[in-house]
Nanobody, 124 residues
Framework: QVQLEESGGGLVQPGGSLRLLCAAS????????MGWYRQSPGKQRELVAI???????NYADAVQGRFTISRDNAENAVYLQMTSLKPEDTAVYYC??????????????????WGKGTLVTVSL
């Protein structure tokens, strides 16, 4: 029904910037919430930032003021602009979509969708 694909990860030096992109495809009419999560080795997956279709945002304390989430509702895409990156930001970053409406009858699928992740490495 719905597929998410992330891109934009890579290797960056501390203090540098990266921009992640997540594109949703499939039988989609609208998406209520899109967000970014991350998981470092040995740690649980954690919230980075989320954004609603109306533009309301929420950030993890660790990234507040350094990361900016945005979205293009028409393209079913969400972005994460990351600045002042730190080694502790190193993780696999996953895109998430929830409250996805689609199908012939435009109903909420009632599922949370995940991408496969993109690796961000912050290192000298």
């Amino acid at each position: 029904q719905v597929q998410l694909e992330e891109s934009g990860g890579g290797l960056v030096q501390p203090g540098g910037s990266l921009r992640l992109l997540c594109a949703a495809s499939g039988n989609i009419f609208s998406i209520n919430r899109m967000g970014w999560y991350r998981q470092s080795p040995g740690k649980q997956r954690e919230l980075v930032a989320i954004i609603t279709s109306g533009g309301s945002t929420n950030y993890a304390d660790a990234v507040q003021g350094r990361f900016t989430i945005s979205r293009d509702n028409a393209e079913n895409a969400v972005y994460l602009q990351m600045t002042s990156l730190k080694p502790e930001d190193t993780a696999v970053y996953y895109c998430n979509a929830a409250g996805v409406v689609g199908g012939f009858n435009k109903v909420d699928y009632g599922m949370s969708y995940w991408g496969k992740g993109t690796l961000v490495t912050v290192s000298l």
